[in-house]
């Protein structure tokens, strides 16, 4: 199954002439005891080894020997203020605080995909981190929580709504494994807007959250927070412990669980809360740490197999031994100062992803398969209107008459949507003179007011909405899949990475043309690690998740490098913002349309006979690889410029095409009518967030967010399935 082959309903998800599935793989020899339990072994020195080396590593130059002679009580060592200091209340709780984290993350991987049967489920990647994330936000920009208890009952009570969210929508229609993935990146999404909202009109809010948002063990200091979260942690180990029976007889189906005395309902509900206590109170300890629970698990996995008993075990040891060793390397890579630990997961757990959607035994799993096929409808269907057709003498137009009623029921849209968006703002400015001063006619100041100020910062999001449109259009046709976006391929991360660093390195901000270029670096990174433009579906999509991973570490470094007032302001534009843009900015992105639009049109007859498989387009004269090639470099163009003009503005590549296609019909590739829709997307959420609340701007980038998670997720509840 190949990329363009991903998630259309009603129509053949394999080619005549597609090989067979993978066989599965054999049955292990014996019960594994003797294979895993000696590698458990190993694990445990590893990581006593490990843990004796963060306890020698640190600032205040206290060595090994000083530290064995503190332990051990030599020579008086303990009655020496200065290393009681360094080990006894910073090292040794920092120690114990990483394993403790590394175990109940790991521990919560291994369940999770145990009772979910996935093996990308991981508390980063489902929403649950988001969730407790943004708990932990509303404590301290609302409430101003400041204690450890105060953190945990935020992160629990957000963990909870976001795993419990997502779950319900995984089951919602049979719960495939890449609709659990894109379930919880719509959840994380909505509550990663939230957080935004809370904190981008909040300095102090900004400033702890930027640090925290990291994840560092470097805030850690004596016993007493460790000492508070204890119990809680306790509770969520001896529950996993618990589950593991019920959990092995689970995997052999809800009847033979029922036959064998356990209760299935009961058993996931007892791995949730389990998960959700464990996760909670490793984001109050040490900040959201994606990737360490799917790392831990897939080696578990790689060593012990099916069997929970051990797989739980094994992924505990793992996880305590990977945030142990990240924690040391976060204190020596970049001294004096400390690397964020959850960067230094990142990169050994993104390649980790990798790996498990690269792997034949993930393929076996059904991983290909994000969306039911729409039931097959008995009645048929309405015939299509005909089309307009003008001729002039030899020479004759095509006009689909749906298209283009469509095209201009928008453009009439966009065309109030500017009205009211140069009406929108504290001013006091009637709708009548504000249409004058649209057209230059009224009073000089408001003319001044509306052309100079507001028309400028519109013209720049219709740019910058036209494009996100254009390249979700061209991408969701392209791969046949509503949810191959560029945001979802990591393009939109990679853009704004590399215009952040370009930042860095000249030292001044609005290099527009580093977008491009990084958007063009991501797809390359996707492509080439996925397999290839006819790499399956979700690879493409799981591997674009992991860019977008790594690429946000990068932006959130570059963020927490900078002082309060430069990332302040950068953390809004990476948010998505058109606070400043004018016609300037928005001019490259024009001339990029005006070039960009006519080769995506002349693209679409081309890409409409791609929803053939290659072999009937290449019988009506179409290279497929060509085309693919030719609309993805349109697509990364396209994105790459309205990420250099506004930032990464999320979710109207998405919605544009959908919305476009609901109203251009099935028959047609909707790319007049996406861009016009992704322009009016773009300047009604602006014009929303700067007139929801009274003296207060929330970025649209934000706006789109919390709106596109719920619109995401009725993507994947609708009833026709996800293909464009």
Known sequence: MTLSQVGAPGESRTEPDAPPPPPPPPP????????????????????????????????????????????????????????????????????????????????????????????????????????????VVLGIAVLG??????????????????????????????????????GGSAVGATFGGLTGVLIVNSPEAYDRYRVWVLGS?????????LRQLAPVLGVGFLLALLATRPLT???????????????????????????????????????????????????????????????????GLFGAAVLTGADVLARVVARPFEAPVSVIVSL???????????????AALGMADPAEPAPVRRSEPPAPKPDLVLRRGAWSLLLPRRALLASLALAAALLAVVVVSAHAGQSELGLGRTLQAVFGYGD???????????????????????????????????????????????????????????????????????????????????????????????RVLVVGLAMSALASAVIQVALARRSLNSAGSLYVWTSGSLNGRDYAVATPVLIGLAVLVPL?????????????????????????????????????ALAGLAVGVCGPVGFVALAAPV?????????????????????VLVVLADTVGRVLIGGVEIPVGIVTTVLGGPFLLWVLLGRKGTPA
């Not at 935020?154 to 919602?172: D, M, N, P």
């Not at 590399?498 to 990174?525: C, N, Q, Y």
Request: hydrophobic share 55%.
């Open 600 to 636: 995506a049109l002349a693209a679409a007859r081309r890409l409409a006979v791609l929803r053939f498989d290659d072999s009937v387009a290449a019988s009506l004269g179409v290279d497929p690889g060509r085309v693919r090639l030719g609309c993805l470099l349109l697509a990364v």
């Open 28 to 135: 292990p020899r014996g019960d594994g005891r003797c294979a895993a339990w000696p590698i458990a072994l190993g694990a445990v020195a590893v990581l006593l080894a490990l843990a004796a080396l963060s306890l020698s590593v640190g600032a205040g130059e206290v060595g090994p020997g000083r530290v064995l002679d503190y332990l051990l009580n030599r020579h008086g060592a303990r009655a020496d203020s200065r290393l009681a200091l360094v080990v006894g209340d910073l090292r040794l709780p920092r120690t114990a605080t990483a394993l403790l984290v590394g175990a109940a993350l790991g521990v919560a991987g291994a369940q999770l995909q145990s009772v979910t049967r996935n093996p990308l489920a991981e508390t980063g990647l489902l929403g649950v981190n988001a969730g407790a994330s943004l708990g």
């Open 145 to 182: 929580i400041q204690t450890s208890y105060g953190y945990l009952a935020f992160a629990f009570g957000g963990a909870v709504l976001a795993s419990t969210l997502v779950l319900l929508i995984a089951g919602a229609r049979g719960g495939s494994p890449m609709r659990l993935v894109l």
């Open 249 to 315: 007889a689970l995997a052999l189906g809800d009847d033979l669980a029922r036959g064998l005395g356990h209760r299935p309902g009961a058993t996931r509900a007892a791995v949730a809360f389990a998960v959700t206590l464990l996760t909670a109170s490793a984001v109050a300890l040490a900040g959201p740490i994606s990737f360490l629970g799917l790392l831990a698990g897939f080696l578990a996995r790689t060593v012990a197999g099916p069997r929970v008993g051990q797989l739980t075990v094994l992924a």
């Open 659 to 679: 919305i476009a296609g609901r109203l251009a019909g099935p028959a047609r590739v909707p790319v007049l009518g996406s861009a016009l829709t992704g322009a």
């Open 444 to 538: 000089r100041l408001d003319v001044l007011l509306v052309q100079k100020f507001r028309l400028g910062r519109i013209v720049a999001g219709l740019a910058a909405g036209a494009a996100l449109g254009l390249a979700g259009c061209l991408t969701q046709t392209l791969a046949r899949n509503r949810l191959a976006t560029p945001e979802l391929l990591g393009v939109n991360d990679g853009a704004t990475a590399a215009v952040l660093i370009s930042a860095t390195v000249s030292g001044t901000f609005g290099a527009w043309w580093a977008g491009p270029l990084g958007a063009l670096a991501a797809v390359l990174v996707v492509t080439l690690v996925s397999g290839g433009l006819g790499a399956q579906g979700y």
């Open 217 to 225: 063990l470097a805030g850690v200091e004596g016993w007493t927070t």
């Open 348 to 362: 050994v757990g993104a390649p980790a992803l990798i790996a498990i959607v690269r792997s034949r035994r993930t």
